[in-house]
């Protein structure tokens, strides 16, 4: 995957997998402000001369947009099936807007 357009769309990827899992909030903005400079850094490469480093480079990018949808989509089974995830604060949400749908409330034992 030499090809300008090649290495756009591998861009393009990674960013919107790091902006959609990770987040887009300010605290959080350094990520793809790495990312950018990445590949802003190695733009003036030399294709034939380069191509391995090149190839190397987009080869991590790819992993990683897989890595970062990969877990996610992971987690949101884990969610679905209940497996192994703590889900306790979930839970006494839902309990508590039962109690109070109904006119009571949690014991002092569920409140946090």
């Known amino acids: 995957m030499g090809s300008f357009e090649g290495i756009r769309m591998v861009y393009r990827n990674l960013l919107k997998a790091v902006e959609k899992h990770i987040g887009k909030e300010e605290h959080k903005v350094h990520f793809t402000d790495f990312i950018r400079e990445e590949f802003r850094k190695n733009r003036n490469l030399e294709y034939p001369k380069d191509s391995s480093f090149i190839q190397q480079r987009i080869n991590l990018a790819?992993?990683?947009?897989y890595l970062l949808n990969s877990v996610h989509h992971h987690?949101?089974?884990?969610?679905?099936y209940n497996i192994a995830v703590d889900r306790s604060?979930?839970?006494k949400k839902v309990l508590g807007k039962s109690a109070a749908?109904?006119?009571?409330r949690l014991p002092?034992?569920?409140?946090s």
Not at 62 to 65: D, F, G, K, P, R
């Open 62 to 65: 790819q992993n990683y947009t």
């Open 75 to 80: 987690k949101d089974l884990l969610f679905s």
């Open 101 to 104: 749908s109904v006119g009571l």
């Open 89 to 91: 604060n979930e839970m």
């Open 108 to 111: 002092d034992v569920y409140q």
